[in-house]
């Protein structure tokens, strides 16, 4: 469990992106290390390549990837297009269409800490036990949904070794005793990633995503705390004080 602390936070555009990129590549390292994948970090990008199962994720880290770089990610992404590939450019600076892959654009946000309002009287548990690992698990293999883990097989998209990782917390949420929703978190020095906020069908429109962003929230305390937004996903962030930095673009 990671415990939130006072840091001085760059301002601008450019440097939330930087912050978020940087949480992005935190985020994916703590999952390729506790999943056992291949870890491949170059200058210009991060790669994790999970096999059949968890694909080929590849996250640009700069702007201007130099030619060496764009050359072997290019080249990883063509060797593993039949197992699934994701390259996520935050900086629209590379162009997979030649490879078959489709850009699609989702915002990156970023909000500042200050006061919320009341949250919804849904109840948030922090994940402590492989239990409600499981059930955080399966809620967003399902909900979210992560497609390359189903069917679904206990562990593999979120390994026990989760549990205790420095920088990683999961939240699930409940409805009368149910399981509702799920959540990760990642910090990573001066910034607190938000991934993966599920809700699951039958408990949407419930307030269970708006409990668990509070909860992220308090949890993060004084830290800035980023995140990429679905489109269902970005009123409730905008009505949280998320603002956009820029739309990155997805090739898949």
Same mark, same amino acid.
């Given at each position: 469990m990671s415990t939130p602390s006072t840091h001085a936070v760059p301002a601008g555009p450019t440097a939330s992106l930087r912050l978020a990129v940087r949480n992005s590549a935190a985020f994916w390292t703590a999952l390729a290390r506790t999943r056992g994948s291949e870890l491949i970090r170059r200058p210009g990008f991060l790669a994790s390549d999970g096999r059949e199962r968890g694909g080929l994720r590849i996250l640009l880290l700069s702007p201007d990837p130099g030619p060496d770089d764009l050359a072997e990610l290019t080249d990883l992404a063509r060797r593993r297009l039949s197992d699934g590939v994701i390259v996520e450019d935050p900086f629209g600076s590379v162009d997979m269409s030649a490879l078959g892959l489709a850009p699609g654009r989702l915002p990156i946000m970023i909000r500042h800490p200050g006061p919320l309002p009341a949250p919804p009287a849904v109840e948030i548990t922090h994940v402590e036990t492989t239990a409600q690992l499981r059930t955080a698990e399966n809620i967003v293999v399902h909900g979210f949904p992560l497609t390359n883990f189903q069917p679904y097989r206990p562990g593999d998209a979120f390994s026990e070794d989760l549990l205790g990782h &420095? @920088?990683?917390?999961?939240?699930?949420?409940?409805?009368? @005793?149910? &399981?509702? @929703?799920a959540c990760m978190t990642v910090v990573d020095g001066t910034v607190g990633g938000t991934y993966w906020v599920t809700t699951l069908p039958g408990h949407r429109s419930r307030g269970v995503g708006r409990a668990l962003m509070h909860a992220v929230l308090a949890h993060l305390g004084d830290l800035p705390a980023t995140l990429t937004a679905a489109k269902a996903g970005k009123p409730l962030y905008d009505s949280l004080g998320f603002d956009t930095i820029t739309d990155a673009t997805w090739w898949m």
């Open positions: &420095p @920088g990683v917390d999961l939240f699930l949420a409940a409805r009368d @005793g149910v &399981p509702a @929703g």
